[in-house]
C-alpha cells in the first residue's frame, strides 16, 4: 500500500519553464490537497479538489493550475515558474475533510 | 486574520518530558491537529482534538481549551527519534486547515 506518492522528488527548473507534479493516491480518497512549504512559514493551501473533476482555489492559488480528471490523481501544473515559486510541495489527501490528511514525500522544487 | 502561533524550537533531554504550546485565533473551529515532521520528510498525524480536555495516546498526549484558544502537545519519556518539527494546525469554520509555522524539537542525549 503505497499511501500518496508525489512524482518527482526533486526538480530544477528555469525562470519561465512549465512543469507538472503529479500526485496519485491509492486509498480511495475523496478529498486532495497541494501545499507549500518554505522556511518559517506553515503549510499554504495552493489549491485542492473535493472529488474527481472538482478543484477549488486555496490560499495561494496565483500562479498554479491543478486538475483531477481520476479520482486517484491530482496534478499541479506550473504555467511559467517564477523563482518566488521556489519551495517543497506536498499533496495530501484524506477520506473525510474532517479526517486527518495524508501526505505524500514532497517535490523540492528549486526554480533559477 | 487567522493566526497560530508557536515556539520556533526548543530543547529538551532524552527520557525528559516538553510541552509544546499551540494558541489560535481563527475564523471559527472545528478541531485542532498535531503533526510530526521529521527533516526532508512528510508530516504525519498525532492527534486530532475537538473538544476540551486530554488526548492520550502512549507518550504523547494533547490538550484543547477552546474558550483560551490554546492547545499543547506534551511528550514524555523522549527519545532521540523525537527530533522533529511539531505542527500544531486548526481547522476553521470552512473546515480548512489553518497551519502553525512549526516548532523545531530538538533533543539532547
Not at chain 1, 480518497?29 to 512559514?41: A, I, K, L, N, V
Amino acid at each position: 500500500n503505497a499511501g500518496v506518492t508525489q512524482t518527482p522528488k526533486f526538480r530544477v527548473l528555469k525562470t519561465g519553464q512549465s512543469m507538472t507534479l503529479l500526485c496519485a493516491q491509492d486509498m480511495n480518497h475523496e478529498y486532495m490537497y497541494w501545499y507549500r512549504q518554505d522556511p518559517g512559514m506553515g503549510l499554504r493551501l495552493i489549491h485542492y479538489s473535493v472529488g474527481e473533476g472538482t478543484t477549488a482555489k486555496g490560499e495561494v492559488p496565483d500562479g498554479y493550475n491543478v486538475s483531477r480528471l481520476k479520482k486517484q490523481n491530482f496534478l499541479l501544473g506550473l504555467e511559467s515558474a517564477a523563482p518566488s515559486q521556489t519551495s517543497v510541495y506536498f499533496c495530501a489527501s484524506n477520506v473525510d475533510i474532517t479526517q486527518p490528511q495524508h501526505f505524500g514525500d514532497g517535490t523540492r522544487l528549486s526554480i533559477l | 486574520g487567522q493566526n497560530i502561533d508557536q515556539p520556533t524550537e526548543m530543547t529538551a533531554t532524552e527520557g525528559a518530558i516538553v510541552q509544546i504550546n499551540c494558541t489560535y485565533q481563527t475564523s471559527g473551529f472545528n478541531g485542532l491537529f498535531w503533526y510530526q515532521q521529521h527533516a526532508g520528510e512528510a508530516p504525519t498525524f498525532l492527534s486530532y482534538n475537538v473538544l476540551d480536555g486530554l488526548e492520550e495516546k502512549g507518550r504523547f498526549s494533547s490538550f484543547l481549551s477552546r474558550s483560551k484558544g490554546y492547545s499543547y502537545l506534551l511528550l514524555k519519556e523522549l527519545q532521540m527519534k523525537d527530533s522533529a518539527s511539531y505542527l500544531c494546525a486548526v481547522m476553521d469554520s470552512n473546515y480548512q486547515l489553518i497551519w502553525g509555522a512549526g516548532t523545531k524539537l530538538i533533543i539532547k542525549p
